[in-house]
């Protein structure tokens, strides 16, 4: 009889475990509802442009020239005039070394020019007299000549304890303080002109053609930070291989900066690209988005809008690469790495470290 009550335990205790067992499995999720981590990828949206409609590009304010400025001879800095953020003009003193050491040293100089100018004038006196040999008259002159250079060399050791600017611009940088004792060539400023800004950014390959060709793409760019301000831009220079991580080239343009126009290197700016082309009724894809392609057709992996996963779409092109038909204007598809996708795989929007 004392046998049942434990019995009793035992089969209460399975029955509560198997009870737990069931509850967690029944709200355990399925195996099928545990979704993978979303793919990025980058996007690329069918729009067409207009003139009110031109594609931008994020990029940012380059100086358009800089140099690092430092005394060419050593010394202990005595002062600077300036400080960073502060624009110069062509010749303005930027920076003193304590001349005292150079000062001494071209009096000793002086000194010497013209105790040899003395020797060097009764040498000539006597030569003339023929009371000295033509060697003894040749030193003397030979010592007037070096001591002239040496004084000279002291003048311009002198001078150089002053540091000026080679160029109208802005100070970016400073690399010393006051009383810091400082060796010849170490730098001490950084210059940057600012009267002509360059912007550098990354154009998509299919906007690449627009650079060539007598009809050549235009250019104009605004300030994030200065709303409203709008500059044209003169196409300087690209990168002939795209950039690994982007796909993109490099691009450099030139802005002459406005007077008393406060922009300055690394400010950020949208770039903006004007062409005939741009404004008509014709998408091209860029091939990098195309695959299983054939005469007049391809495939697009579309982006769902709302479950973000991607679904093979056929599309029609024209001779040219031109969208026919099979999109509606707004869609998103993938514009790279589309031999890596499945249908119905999760993506999201690939951005760049840093938000470019």
């Known amino acids: 009889m004392r046998k049942r009550p434990a019995l009793y335990l035992v089969f209460s205790v ?54 690092l400025l430092a005394f060419r001879v050593a010394g202990q800095v005595k ?48 030569f003339a007299q023929q009371l000295i040999s033509e ?36 100070i970016a940088f400073t690399y010393a303080m006051p ?22 950014f990354n ?10 060709g007598e009809e050549k793409a235009r250019f104009s760019v605004s300030f994030e930070l200065m709303p409203g301000v709008s500059l044209d831009a003169r196409y300087k220079e690209a990168d002939m291989q795209p950039d690994p991580d982007t796909n993109s080239y490099p691009v450099t343009l030139a802005v002459d900066s406005p007077e008393n126009f406060s922009a300055r290197p690394g400010m950020p700016v949208t770039i903006r690209i004007h062409h005939s082309s741009l404004s008509n009724t014709t998408w091209v894809p860029p091939d990098d988005a195309l695959f299983d392609r054939s005469a007049g057709r391809a495939h697009v992996w579309r982006i769902d809008p709302i479950s973000k996963t991607v679904h093979k779409t056929a599309i029609s092109l024209d001779a040219e690469g031109g969208l026919l038909s099979g999109m ?11 031999d890596r996708l499945r249908e119905g795989q999760r993506v999201k929007r690939w951005v760049r470290e840093g938000g470019l």
């Open 203 to 212: 154009l998509p390959p299919r906007y690449q053609p627009l650079l060539q």
């Open 79 to 126: 002062r600077f005039s300036v400080r960073m953020g502060d624009r110069v003009s062509q010749g303005a003193l930027l920076a003193e070394l304590d001349p005292t050491d150079y000062q001494l040293r071209l009096d000793a100089r002086q000194a010497e020019f013209e105790l040899a100018q003395l020797g060097a004038e009764r040498a000539q006196t006597l």
């Open 14 to 67: 399975v029955a509560a475990l198997l009870s737990y067992s069931a509850v967690m499995a029944a709200n355990r999720p399925p195996a099928a509802a545990v979704l993978e981590a979303p793919t990025p990828v980058k996007v690329l949206t069918y729009r067409l442009a207009s003139e009110d409609e031109v594609p931008g590009f994020p990029g940012r304010v380059e100086a358009g020239d800089s140099a």
């Open 135 to 170: 060697d003894a008259y040749d030193t003397a002159q030979a010592g007037l000549a070096t001591s002239q250079a040496k004084l000279e060399q002291a003048r311009q050791q002198l001078s150089f304890c002053k540091l000026k600017a080679p160029f109208a611009g802005a």
């Open 328 to 338: 509606d204007r707004g869609d998103q598809i993938v514009a790279a790495g589309v």
């Open 179 to 200: 009383s810091e004792v400082v060796g010849p060539q170490q730098p001490i400023l950084n210059l940057q002109d600012i009267s002509t800004l360059e912007i550098r």
